[in-house]
């Protein structure tokens, strides 16, 4: 089996990394899954898809849970029946999950060029400036994770990317972030954490507590 590494991101908050080596059948034979779980994954028309859905269930067996354990909320967010926080993200051939006593939002993004061509639909591009074309490239992904990680901490309806999440400026080399929340008459904070795995950026935001 392929576990990869875990990430402590904080006291109390650590992130798992399962490396998806495995086939299909493989992965399949190793996991519970409750009736609702077997009928989504086969609705999956994307084998990749499959097996990074697999490979979260191998991540939650490897903690001690099992499919059982995790359920979802009417807006698709996950939850573990132990009130623990969890956040899912999964890109190609890397799954992953963090767990934490406080609500937390991750995403796993491979580096691909397409996140840097779509740029100015989600950020201020003008955080690209001065940067070689590489560079570039990991920040937009950075970004693009920010974002996503901000949308699943606050899992509401009508956010938008590019009109309501503000990164503050932040270099490569920080590995930090903070990013602000415009949205529905309020400002709310988030604390952002990055890094690479292999050809991926994983990013993850936690709420700053009033």
């Not at 992965?27 to 989504?40: E, M, W």
Request: charged share 25%; with cysteine; glycine share 4%.
């Amino acid at each position: 089996m392929a576990f990869h590494k875990s990430i402590e991101l904080k006291p109390n908050t650590t992130a798992y990394f399962w490396k998806i080596d495995e086939e299909y059948n493989t992965l399949f034979r190793s996991v519970i899954l409750k009736d609702v779980s077997l009928a989504r994954l086969e609705q999956m028309k994307s084998e990749s898809h499959q097996k990074g859905f697999l490979a979260v269930r191998m991540l939650l067996q490897h903690l001690g849970y099992n499919d059982y354990d995790l359920y979802y909320d009417e807006y698709g967010k996950p939850h573990l029946k132990d009130g623990q926080h969890i956040s899912i993200s999964h890109s190609n051939g890397f799954s992953c999950i963090a767990i934490s006593d406080q609500n937390i939002g991750i995403d796993l993004e491979i580096l691909k060029e397409k996140t840097l061509k779509i740029a100015p639909r989600y950020m201020n591009v003008k955080h690209l400036e001065n940067l070689s074309t590489n560079d570039k490239l990991i920040k937009a992904t950075i970004v693009w994770g920010i974002k996503e990680c901000v949308f699943k901490v606050k899992n509401q309806a009508g956010i938008s990317f590019l009109d309501h999440i503000f990164e503050d400026e932040f270099s490569l080399e920080d590995k930090k972030a903070t990013v602000q929340l415009h949205f529905e008459n309020k400002i709310e904070h988030f604390s952002i954490v990055f890094d690479s795995i292999e050809e991926y950026i994983f990013v993850s935001a936690f709420q700053h507590l009033q």
